[in-house]
T-cell receptor, first 117, second 111 residues
Framework: NAGVMQNPRHLVRRRGQEARLRCSPM?????VYWYRQLPEEGLKFMVY????????ESGMPKERFSAEFPKEGPSILRIQQVVRGDSAAYFC???????????????FGPGTRLTVL | GQQLNQSPQSMFIQEGEDVSMNCTSS?????WLWYKQDPGEGPVLLIA?????ELTSNGRLTAQFGITRKDSFLNISASIPSDVGIYFC???????????FGKGTKLSVKP
């Protein structure tokens, strides 16, 4: 069983460019979460998606950030016109069950480390 | 918003010693999860707790879900060098699917 896959593992962008981060959930998982981690910090929730739907984007900045989880293919987190403050590790997690289930659990990918020059 | 207070922030111990870390919250959680993160990697799930008062073991790791559903602890017995890393607690609040993370406990083990 392959785990959660993320690519690229490292991404370097100049200010003003776009960053596209990809996440393939574990097989059979249709619930995807994106988190951001700054150095020496815990992970902070950004957005929760099911196939083709954004369920909760309360943790995502209103501007420049967007996410999708199409019917076919990986989930994409897109950051437009990146700024230095966007430099962080971005993690994707997947779950086989919707929130609130008795055995709800999230499994994480290895992350994408974004550096904005 | 919901917050988790995790302590201690860091620990330096000798190989073979036991370790204990805990998380507290002002909010109730339905699920507590403990993760370990190595440098440059994603968090790896260690133990999941689903019932108040539940005590669960995974090898040398033991974790408990507090009876009030507002706290949890993780114990590591007979630590070994590969236990080095950052340990995070995370809470799930029910219908809201996002995990709330503590700030982590950085564990260093001296051989």
């Amino acid at each position: 069983n392959a785990g959660v896959m993320q690519n690229p593992r490292h991404l370097v962008r100049r200010r003003g460019q776009e960053a596209r981060l990809r996440c393939s959930p574990m097989k059979g998982h249709s619930h995807v979460y994106w988190y951001r981690q700054l150095p020496e910090e815990g992970l902070k929730f950004m957005v929760y998606l099911q196939k083709e739907n954004i369920i909760d984007e309360s943790g995502m900045p209103k501007e420049r950030f967007s996410a999708e989880f199409p019917k076919e293919g990986p989930s994409i987190l897109r950051i437009q016109q990146v700024v230095r403050g966007d430099s962080a590790a971005y993690f994707c997690a997947s779950s086989p069950t919707p929130p609130g289930q008795q055995t709800d659990t999230q499994y994480f990918g290895p992350g994408t480390r974004l550096t904005v020059l | 918003g919901q917050q988790l207070n995790q302590s201690p922030q860091s620990m330096f111990i000798q190989e073979g010693e036991d370790v204990s870390m805990n998380c507290t919250s002002s909010s109730i959680f339905n699920t507590w999860l403990w993760y370990k993160q190595d440098p440059g990697e994603g968090p790896v799930l260690l133990i999941a707790l689903y019932k108040a008062g539940e005590l669960t073991s995974n090898g040398r790791l033991t974790a408990q879900f507090g009876i009030t559903r507002k706290d949890s602890f993780l114990n590591i017995s007979a630590s070994i060098p590969s236990d080095v890393g950052i340990y995070f607690c995370a809470g799930l609040g029910g219908s809201q699917g996002n995990l709330i993370f503590g700030k982590g406990t950085k564990l260093s083990v001296k051989p």
